[in-house]
């Protein structure tokens, strides 16, 4: 069964920096897409990010672009969102999730999301 | 870029009943579809990959169809396990973007 555990969620002030971490198993993870998607309270899920098997193909959310970075070490079976200039409705509970294609298909894996406060 | 709708927003029936669900697109769209459900204080789950095909586990009561800019989501007899959020999902363009619908709520009527 896929795992998929994030980490690194924090509560911090606008303008600041915070790096998401996504450790997985169970699966090939160097096979697979990944993704970043982020629910904030309340609300319907937002795709946030996505990187293809071997991080040749990286794609951003337009809310995202320009302040947020994805990444992956395939040696580490982990994937990364670093956030950059943090706003307050960057505010959500962010997945990792796994595609079920290596460029980017379909989601069909979810770990249980990870935190972020964004608040003066 | 691409905007899903999806009718209606709130779905309220019995248990039993059947469940239609609609997610539209803007403009035509690939096959490339998904649909997830969301049960309260839980990750969202793959119900259905390619706009039709069920993902493992899920039961036969999920099904789903739709080409173009229309893709549907039917739940043949709702079981009480079934009310929660649904959302469909869309990759477009490259590299790929995605997009979610903004969501339909079955609720107990």
């Known amino acids: 069964e896929v795992h998929l555990v994030e980490s690194g969620g924090d509560m911090v002030q606008p303008g600041r920096s915070l790096r998401l971490s996504c450790q997985a198993s169970?699966?090939?993870?160097?096979?697979?897409?990944m993704h970043w998607v982020r629910q904030a309270p309340g609300k319907g899920l937002e795709w946030v990010s996505g990187?293809?098997?071997?991080?040749?193909?990286?794609s951003y959310a337009d809310s995202v672009r320009g302040r947020f970075t994805i990444s992956r070490d395939n040696a580490k079976n982990s994937l990364y969102l670093q956030m950059n200039s943090l706003r307050v409705e960057d505010t959500a509970l962010y997945y990792c999730?796994?595609?079920?294609?290596?460029?980017?298909?379909?989601?069909?894996?979810w770990g249980q999301g990870i935190l972020v406060t964004v608040s003066s | 870029e691409i905007v899903l709708t999806q009718s209606p927003a709130t779905l309220s029936l019995s248990p039993g009943e059947s469940a239609t669900l609609s997610c539209r697109a803007s403009?035509?769209?690939?096959?490339?579809l998904a649909w997830y459900q969301q049960r309260p204080g839980q990750a969202p789950r793959l119900l259905i990959y390619?706009?039709?095909n069920r993902a493992a586990g899920i039961p036969a009561r999920f099904s789903g169809s739709g080409s173009g800019t229309d893709f549907t989501l039917t739940i043949s007899s709702l079981e009480p396990e079934d009310f929660a959020v649904y959302y469909c999902?869309?990759?477009?363009?490259?590299?790929?973007?995605?997009?979610f619908g903004p969501g339909t709520r079955v609720d107990i009527k």
């Open positions: 999730a796994k595609d079920n294609d290596g460029t980017g298909s379909q989601i069909d894996n």
């Open positions: 169970e699966f090939i993870f160097d096979d697979y897409a």
């Open positions: 990187i293809s098997w071997n991080s040749d193909l990286i």
């Open positions: 403009q035509r769209v690939s096959s490339y």
């Open positions: 390619d706009a039709s």
């Open positions: 999902l869309q990759r477009y363009d490259w590299p790929p973007i995605f997009t």
